[in-house]
């Protein structure tokens, strides 16, 4: 591979793999001698169906999937399952119970807020969601539809390190930005969903893992698209899926297979964040992380620098050297990493050493 590929450090669409793209390159003008590329074929198609079993087997098997889950794949972004789940599971006189780690739970709770009872039972707000807040196990929740929590904060930098201690009820879990980025217990949720921009390939599929029991206590008068009944009994064919993204995603999968699975994808992913954050906390100051340390995401590294003119100019010579998407959230400032699991261990040793780099050339 010797095209020159970018540092690419982008939140969301991300880096995907390299080989992923070559891959997709190879079959794009006669995907395995139809003569036409994935996105040509009918979604109806026997070729077409084999990517689609393929990438749903293979996200059953990776993440260990039971057979008490239904695993989907929608469209509207994580952003439709913020009002989706409400729709669905949230009835006349139970509440949903949200976390508030960072914005796009905020976003998650304002949809539910539209739709029935809610109430938050822990939030990091007063302090910028620099952290994950404890909940209060001894919490009894009266009649909960659901509890939700965003187990990574993409804006603030932030990671559910621990999923124990939460109240008794239906588990709901925004995983956009860790999806399959460590091993997870599948069985303490009810239903995790995921944007795929971030972990799973490019924009345009949304992966939703729904446990049977919770589809069961469904709303049936829905909008039919909105309803996860339509998606579940149709397989995610009811209407025309994103069928090239479903064919990236299933790229995806056969690489993490090839990376040695979950558990060596998880080691690579705490080495590279070892990597920045040690640039950090051995930096006398000059990088001041945002999350606190127990609260550190392994996705999302974020960190303010002296003054804006450094910012700026950590900025411009990072674009330079060829590190891309490191500018910070504006409701955080700084600069943020996002180091997702298609990010390289060199990308992150460039982006360590520039870091030490540029405190000394600067100080
Ligand atoms: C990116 C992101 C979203 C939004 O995803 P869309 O697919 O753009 O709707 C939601 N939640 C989290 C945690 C995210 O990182």
């Known amino acids: 591979m010797t095209e020159t590929r970018a540092f690419n450090f982008n939140a969301g669409p991300s880096a995907l793999p390299t080989e992923v793209l070559h891959k997709a390159q190879q079959e794009l003008l006669n995907f395995k001698g139809t003569g036409?590329?994935?996105?040509?074929?009918?979604?109806?198609?026997?070729e077409y169906d084999a990517v689609h079993e393929g990438a749903l087997a293979r996200l059953r098997s990776i993440m260990n999937i039971s057979d008490e889950y239904e695993v989907l794949f929608l469209q509207g972004g994580?952003?439709?399952?913020?009002?989706?789940?409400?729709?669905?599971?949230?009835?006349?006189?139970?509440?949903?119970?949200?976390?508030?780690?960072?914005a796009w739970s905020e976003k998650a709770l304002k949809e539910a807020e539209k739709l029935g009872?809610?109430?938050?039972?822990?939030?990091?707000?007063?302090?910028?969601?620099?952290?994950?807040?404890a909940v209060d196990c001894s919490l009894t929740l009266e009649n909960p539809a659901y509890v939700h929590i965003t187990t990574n904060n993409t804006i603030f930098g932030t990671q559910w390190h621990d999923f124990s201690g939460l109240p008794d009820a239906d588990l709901v879990a925004d995983m956009s930005s860790d999806i399959l980025s460590r091993k997870?217990?599948?069985?303490?949720?009810?239903?995790?969903?995921?944007?795929?921009?971030?972990?799973?390939?490019?924009?345009?599929?949304?992966?939703?893992?729904?446990?049977?029991?919770?589809?069961?206590?469904s709303h049936s008068n829905l909008p039919t698209m909105l309803n996860y009944t339509t998606h579940t009994k149709a397989n995610s064919l009811y209407n025309t899926p994103p069928t090239f993204a479903i064919y990236l995603l299933s790229l995806v999968l056969q690489?993490?297979?090839?990376?040695?699975?979950?558990?060596?994808?998880e080691q690579r992913n705490e080495q590279k964040a070892a990597l920045l954050y040690n640039s950090i906390d051995d930096?006398?100051?000059?990088?001041?992380?945002?999350?606190?340390?127990?609260?550190?995401?392994?996705?999302?590294?974020?960190?303010?620098?002296?003054?804006?003119?450094?910012?700026?100019?950590?900025?411009?010579?990072?674009?330079?050297?060829?590190?891309?998407?490191?500018?910070?959230?504006?409701?955080?400032?700084?600069?943020?990493?996002?180091?997702?699991?298609?990010?390289?261990?060199?990308?992150?040793?460039?982006l360590a050493t520039y870091m030490q780099d540029f405190k000394n050339s600067y100080l």
Not at 255 to 265: H, L
């Open 36 to 46: 036409m590329s994935v996105m040509e074929l009918s979604h109806r198609s026997k």
């Open 78 to 102: 994580a952003s439709l399952q913020f009002s989706m789940i409400p729709l669905n599971f949230l009835h006349e006189k139970q509440v949903a119970y949200y976390v508030l780690t960072g």
């Open 117 to 133: 009872h809610t109430k938050v039972i822990a939030s990091s707000k007063e302090q910028n969601y620099s952290y994950i807040p």
């Open 184 to 217: 997870l217990d599948v069985n303490k949720f009810s239903l995790i969903y995921a944007g795929a921009q971030k972990n799973l390939g490019p924009s345009g599929v949304t992966v939703a893992i729904v446990k049977k029991s919770l589809l069961e206590r």
């Open 255 to 265: 690489w993490v297979e090839e990376q040695g699975g979950i558990e060596k994808v």
């Open 283 to 350: 930096s006398n100051g000059f990088y001041t992380p945002h999350a606190a340390i127990d609260s550190r995401s392994n996705m999302n590294v974020t960190f303010t620098l002296p003054t804006e003119e450094a910012t700026k100019k950590f900025l411009s010579s990072a674009k330079e050297k060829g590190f891309i998407g490191l500018a910070g959230h504006r409701s955080v400032g700084g600069c943020r990493a996002s180091i997702y699991n298609a990010v390289s261990l060199e990308a992150c040793e460039a």
